[in-house]
């Protein structure tokens, strides 16, 4: 098992921004897709982003366009999920994983999430 552990949420007042980082245990990041997630209260789980080992990035949420980006810095094994113009439903808890590439529903089928971060976006 892979594990991963997502930091960087917290509250944040509409219009504004987080970073979140996705830092991996024991493995190296370069070799793996990471996928970020995000679950709100009651709602299903939605993908987000995704990066794959190229750089090439996948988007899930159509909601997100323009205003999240993912990236990866290798150096720091580490993946992040910029979020900027941050609005109240992106509130939800993210998760990230790393996967062998970034399938279409991958967040649907993957199982070993870890604890995730919370991001809350309130005036």
């Known amino acids: 098992q892979l594990q991963v552990v997502e930091s960087g949420g917290g509250l944040v007042q509409p219009g504004g921004s987080l970073r979140l980082s996705c830092a991996a245990s024991g493995f190296t990041l370069d070799y793996y897709a990471i996928g970020w997630s995000r679950q709100a209260p009651g709602k299903e789980r939605e993908g987000v982003l995704c990066i794959s080992v190229s750089g090439e990035i996948t988007n899930y949420a159509d909601s997100v366009k323009g205003r999240f980006t993912i990236s990866r810095d290798n150096a720091r094994n580490t993946v992040y999920l910029q979020m900027n113009n941050l609005k109240p439903e992106d509130t939800a808890v993210y998760y990230c994983?790393?996967?062998?590439?970034?399938?279409?529903?991958?967040?649907?089928?993957?199982?070993?999430w870890g604890q995730g971060t919370q991001v809350t976006v309130s005036s």
């Open positions: 994983a790393a996967l062998p590439a970034c399938a279409r529903t991958w967040y649907r089928a993957f199982d070993h």
